[in-house]
């Protein structure tokens, strides 16, 4: 009866936003298709990343890599359509069947496409981490649909508000087109809430502990488990073509590198510096990150060990001088030369650096006290 009682607003949500919803998701594969963004490593390497647009998550990296049999993909996307898009770009570029396909952790837009995969390929192989499939099943697609309809609700109510006082959050003026474009992204986060709902969950049904090997042809694939933005994330790392696949052990923007990762899970910071660490260990030409394009070489990788090794060390600086709340640890932590470094040439952090950075140091703070809450001074 407690689970019914649980369950039942979240249907009647899920009703309210299908009852909002305008059919701006509705997008054919040939439309998907064109707004995927396409990188090529090698002849045999190709990466596709659908925008923000097209997903309404976030434009994770999905790498194809094609053997002398077969092909290999590694992660599905958040939308059945993107996935549906990828494989049409799959069988422009080979007629090789996918045989396997690598989820590199439990998050919404790094498996919600396995459904279309293996309908696509039967007998697919979809390989995990055991810890993450685990995750996988016990964060299932009422999950995933309650935190969107969660933020398409917020939204909405923040759109009404703006609607209301002719304003938008902070002051400025809510112009028509302004208003068009946020009825129009409140109008898809709701209908994307509803489809994830909708959508069947494919589980991983090779599971793997630590690290894993296997071959396709003379491509030897070696997946390893490292805690990034999710615990017991895949990292693939491919020896033969010096290509590194990091899933959300690492991540850029967009449109370059811009902040560092965002931490989401696991307080655990010294596990995920310990991960970036042996990333860098790894003789790598191209470095795949889970979202953002590909890295050429190990900047990136290198600045942001920087900035996980000087958090840690100033935040346990700070504790160990008394330092109580979150307030004066973070008075004690000073990033400014590295966050310069993320946006070359700004006179300022990227504006989400310092979301991110408190984030990581309440987190290295929970880690350092075994797991204990990071409070602030308002509490």
């Given amino acids: 009866m407690h689970r019914l009682n649980h369950v039942i607003p ?19 594969t040939a439309g998907a298709e064109a707004m995927l963004v396409k990188d090529r490593i090698s002849d045999a390497i190709y990466v596709f990343r659908a925008p923000y ?38 069988r422009k570029l080979t007629a090789k069947p996918v045989r396997t396909l690598i989820n590199s ?21 979809i390989i995990a981490t055991a810890q993450t499939r685990d ?14 309809a969660r933020g ?8 009404s508000a703006a609607i209301e006082s002719g304003r938008l959050a902070d002051g400025s003026p809510l112009t028509p087109e302004i208003r068009a474009r946020k009825e129009h992204n409140v109008a898809a986060q709701e209908q994307f809430a509803v489809e994830i709902l909708a959508e069947p969950r494919v589980l991983p ?44 052990v690492l991540v850029t923007h967009d449109d370059g590198p811009g902040p560092p990762p965002w931490t989401t899970n696991s307080y655990a910071i010294s596990s995920w510096f310990d991960s970036l660490r042996r990333l860098a260990a790894l003789d790598a030409d191209a470095i795949v990150p889970g979202q953002g394009p590909v890295l050429h ?14 958090i840690i060390d100033q935040v346990h600086a700070a504790l ?30 990227d504006k989400n650096f310092h979301d991110i950075l408190m984030d990581l140091i309440k987190k290295t703070m929970q880690e350092a006290r075994d797991g204990v809450r990071a409070r602030s001074s308002a509490e």
């Fill in 10 to 28: 979240v249907f009647s949500l899920m009703l309210t936003l299908a009852s909002h919803a305008a059919n701006v998701l509705e997008t054919s």
């Fill in 53 to 90: 647009d097209l997903e309404r998550w976030t434009a994770t990296n999905s790498v194809v890599v094609i053997n002398d049999a077969d092909v290999t993909v590694f992660d599905s996307c958040s939308r059945a359509v993107t996935a549906r898009a990828v494989i049409a770009e799959i």
């Fill in 105 to 125: 952790h439990w998050h919404l837009d790094h498996w919600s496409g396995n459904a279309e995969y293996a309908k696509a390929f039967p007998g697919l192989r």
């Fill in 135 to 148: 995750y996988m099943q016990f964060t299932g697609k009422t999950f995933f649909a309650t935190s969107a």
């Fill in 152 to 159: 398409a609700a917020a939204n909405r109510a923040a759109l």
């Fill in 205 to 248: 049904n090779v599971a793997y502990k630590d690290a894993m090997t296997f071959w396709s042809g003379r491509r030897e694939f070696r997946l390893t488990s490292m805690d990034g933005d999710a615990s017991a994330s895949t990292v693939l790392y491919l020896p033969s073509d010096k290509v590194l696949i990091t899933g959300d």
């Fill in 297 to 310: 070489d190990k900047a990136y990788l290198q600045r942001t060990i920087e900035l996980f090794q000087t």
């Fill in 320 to 349: 160990g001088s008394g330092a109580v709340t979150v307030e004066e640890v973070a008075a004690n932590v000073n990033v400014d030369r590295i966050a310069l470094a993320y946006t070359p040439g700004a006179t300022q952090p």
